[in-house]
C-alpha cells in the first residue's frame, strides 16, 4: 500500500546572532531558537527546531490555538505574493511534512 504525501511550507521570519564561538538562530515570532558552530549550521538546525514544532503541535491537536497565541489569524488567498514586506533574506522556508496511513483508493475525506 502506497502511502500519500503532503508537503506544506511555512515561510517565517528569522535572526542569526553570533554569542562567542556559537551562532544563535530564532524565529522570535514562533519563540523557537537553535544553536550551530556555523551560521549556516544554526540556520539548518532552526528549520528542524521549526518542524519539529509544528509536527508536535499538530500530533498533540493544537497546532490552531499555539498559532492563535502567537499572533497568527486566518488570512485570504493571495496571488502568490508575499503577505507581510518582510526582507527575502530574513525569511526562512520550513517543509512540514504530512503523512496519510490510509489506503489510496479510500475515497472519503472529511476535511
Known sequence: MARATLTISAKLPYAVVKKGKWFISSCPILDVYSQGR???KAKENLVEALSLFFSSCFERNVLDEVLKECGFAAGTLTTGKP????AAKNVIDVPLYLF??????YKECRA
Open 100 to 105: 496519510s496511513n490510509r489506503n489510496p483508493s
Open 83 to 86: 503577505a507581510s514586506k518582510v
Open 38 to 40: 556555523t551560521e549556516k
